[in-house]
């Protein structure tokens, strides 16, 4: 069964935007609420990196390569996590999964293509 579902990828020009959302349809609230979740991408040929993360106390930690351009924030009543993207780059194209830590789920993930 999927756990996570990703969606707002696709491809935009540098410099654009995009905003990703991830649901957890089946997932009880209180098992929602209480679990860090974070935001990877793999680009092809590359390992797949943690590009943002949000713990239960809604503190934020990106890497030095999205700071200042990526916003992670959660709606823990609408099972929802979001992962705002701005002024995005060639570099930045990946698919983009979510990630629960407890319990470990992994979303489908979705493409960002952000052409060069």
């Known amino acids: 069964q999927v756990q996570l579902v990703e969606s707002g990828g696709g491809s935009v020009q540098a410099g654009g935007s995009l905003r990703l959302s991830c649901k957890a349809p089946?997932?009880?609230?209180?098992?929602?609420?209480?679990?860090?979740v974070e935001w990877y991408r793999q680009a092809p040929g590359k390992q797949r990196e943690m590009v943002a993360s949000i713990t239960t106390g809604r503190v934020t930690n990106y890497p030095d390569s999205v700071k200042g351009r990526f916003t992670v924030s959660r709606d823990n009543g609408k099972r929802m996590v979001y992962l705002q993207m701005n002024s995005l780059k060639a570099e930045d194209t990946a698919v983009y999964y979510c990630?629960?830590?407890?319990?470990?789920?992994w979303g489908q993930g979705t493409q960002v293509t952000v052409p060069s």
């Open positions: 990630h629960t830590t407890t319990p470990n789920y």
């Open positions: 089946r997932m009880i609230l209180s098992t929602f609420s209480g679990t860090d």
